[in-house]
């Protein structure tokens, strides 16, 4: 089995040294995906790639999270790899737990495993940040309501993905509804999904997602939106449906329920 660990980073100086050694200490065949840095990020980065420590993808300016994401997808198919674990390098996703990944990996009952930080409540977790909490919950709730699904966490980007499975998929989502557009794809190809517990961890809660999405309403409607065009296109979901929530009034596609594939169910 040919694993790929992959890691998007923008404007990660502060971090990015100290996570790429945690995580070669579990696992050294890491590609970086450098999304237009201008912190000096980039330079460091060369500097590694160039001792052969890493694979590292340059985009020349910021193109966006889930750019960087399908970038890496393209990579690992590219180059022959079985799996891939994506993971952020802001210390905020723990490289300790690649172990537990590549355990669920090698049971070979999963397309994807999605890191979860809500699953199992630890005491040593740090409080989210108030509209972050709140939205995830909300998005969660409406991906589990969609798809007949039991997951606890939509946004966390700690996971490991099939190869194979990936390339049934039509991912163009290049910002950070990423993850609106990754969901309807996996549960209309009949992929198969658990959840992996991980610790919930913000290291600075001053982090901002920049431009509107900084505004917590602006970036529901957005991801809404994202979500409802996904689902549109699908073709396979017809019924419209108001959520209410914090003030905020959208219209979303609501699935069919004799069109969701059998196999769409998250396995525990």
């Known amino acids: 089995m ?30 970086v995906v450098d999304d237009g840095s201008t912190d000096g990020t980039s330079q460091v980065l060369g500097t590694i790639a160039q001792a052969g420590e890493i694979h590292l993808i340059r985009h020349r300016t910021n193109q966006g999270y889930g750019q960087s994401l399908i970038d890496a997808f393209a990579f690992a198919d590219h ?21 537990a990944f590549k355990t669920l990996i ?14 199992r409540p630890l005491s040593t977790d740090d409080l989210p940040p108030p509209d972050r909490q709140s939205i995830n919950a909300k998005i969660t709730a409406l991906l589990n309501r969609l798809f007949n699904w ?25 910002g950070y509804a990423f993850p609106l557009q990754l969901w309807p794809q996996v549960c209309a190809a009949g992929l198969r999904l658990t959840e992996l517990p991980v610790r919930l961890i913000y290291n600075d809660a001053t982090r901002t997602f920049g431009g509107n999405l900084d505004d917590a309403g602006r970036r529901l ?26 003030g905020v009034d959208a219209r979303v596609v609501r699935t069919d329920a004799a069109k969701v594939p059998a196999a769409c169910g998250c396995i525990a």
């Open 2 to 31: 040919k694993l790929l660990i992959a890691i998007p980073v923008h404007n990660e100086r502060k971090y990015v040294e100290k996570v790429l050694r945690k995580v070669r200490s579990f696992h050294d065949d890491i590609l």
């Open 79 to 99: 180059q022959g790899y079985d799996w891939v674990i994506t993971m952020d390098c802001d210390e905020q996703h723990e490289p300790r737990m690649i172990p």
């Open 106 to 119: 090698e049971s070979d009952r999963y397309d994807l495993i999605s890191g979860s930080r809500y699953l």
């Open 150 to 174: 039991r997951i606890t966490d939509a946004f966390c980007g700690f996971k490991a993905h099939r190869v194979s499975a990936m390339n049934k998929l039509s991912l163009t989502e290049t």
């Open 221 to 246: 409607r957005h991801y809404l939106g994202v979500l409802s065009a996904e689902l549109t296109a699908q073709g396979a979901f017809a019924e419209a449906a108001a959520v209410e929530t914090d």
